[in-house]
């Protein structure tokens, strides 16, 4: 997500509440043309403290248990999730 930017993680595949990359989710960045280029950094792994937006985004998907989804990204990271799934009667 953080080399996303901005943009959105769709067709993703969750299984039991885990991502499944198997097909690979569709990734969609946006570019916003005409300014200056967002100074993205991104952190070493070792320095790395888990934002409250993964937390949620992790919960949710344990949650959802088994759909498939979309996440919409901003800043690196995730700003809403969408479930999809089948309506039952």
């Given at each position: 997500?953080?080399r996303?930017g901005?943009?959105?993680?769709e067709?993703?595949?969750v299984?039991g509440g885990?991502?499944?990359l198997d097909?690979?989710?569709?990734?969609?960045?946006?570019v916003?043309?005409?300014?200056?280029p967002?100074?993205?950094?991104?952190?070493?792994?070792?320095?790395?403290?888990v934002?409250?937006?993964?937390?949620?985004?992790?919960?949710e998907l344990?949650?959802v248990?088994?759909?498939t989804v979309a996440?919409?990204?901003?800043?690196?990271?995730p700003a809403?999730?969408i479930?999809?799934?089948?309506?039952r009667?």
């Amino acid at each position: 997500m953080q080399r996303i930017g901005f943009g959105r993680i769709e067709s993703l595949r969750v299984a039991g509440g885990q991502p499944v990359l198997d097909p690979p989710p569709r990734v969609i960045r946006e570019v916003k043309l005409g300014t200056e280029p967002a100074n993205q950094k991104h952190d070493d792994p070792a320095d790395y403290t888990v934002k409250r937006a993964v937390v949620d985004l992790l919960a949710e998907l344990a949650s959802v248990g088994t759909a498939t989804v979309a996440i919409e990204v901003r800043q690196g990271l995730p700003a809403r999730l969408i479930v999809e799934e089948v309506a039952r009667g």
